[in-house]
């Protein structure tokens, strides 16, 4: 004969599943939402056709659709910024100076390339969590089918 080691759900154990199904409705949202938002930040970055200069140290020629190529493109801005510039930055060039202009746009395209940077990385960041939350939720309706009364 054997013996059936699970125990009856309970009023309290049910209140765990409901937990757990909550759980696994946010943890499926941020999967879609941090997928979605990745896709939007790729999918804008390629409309803007910026292709990785050909002498950055990566990815060079490469199209910028991902957050490893916007850093590379961003990395290589800065170099040709510095360079023109003569080693300084646009708060440190004087007014006057020519290549200032070149600096400040060079410096703003940098910023937007980090930005997107950041952008990925917390795409990223959400669609993981989500994927914890949704086992987080798995788990505590499993303990609530199980739960003693």
């Known amino acids: 004969m054997s013996e059936n080691t699970s125990v009856p759900a309970t009023r309290g154990s049910s209140g765990v599943r409901v937990v757990g199904i909550i759980v696994i409705v946010l943890g499926a949202l941020f999967v879609v939402a941090g997928l979605g938002t990745y896709a939007v930040v790729s999918k ?4 803007q056709k910026i292709t990785v200069s050909d002498d950055a140290k990566h990815f060079a020629g ?9 850093y590379a493109q961003a990395n290589t801005i800065n170099e040709h910024a510095t360079e023109i510039g003569g080693g300084k930055t ?16 060079a410096s703003f395209l940098q910023a937007s390339l980090f930005t997107s940077v950041v952008a990925f990385g917390v795409a990223a960041f959400v669609a993981v969590m989500g ?19």
Do not use: K
């Open 62 to 70: 490469r199209d910028v659709r991902g957050p490893f190529t916007a």
């Open 44 to 47: 804008t970055l390629g409309d």
């Open 131 to 149: 994927v914890v939350l949704v086992l987080l939720g798995w788990c505590l309706m499993r303990l609530g089918r199980t739960a003693p009364a």
């Open 90 to 105: 646009y708060a440190e060039l004087p007014q006057d100076d020519p290549n200032r202009q070149t600096v400040m746009t």
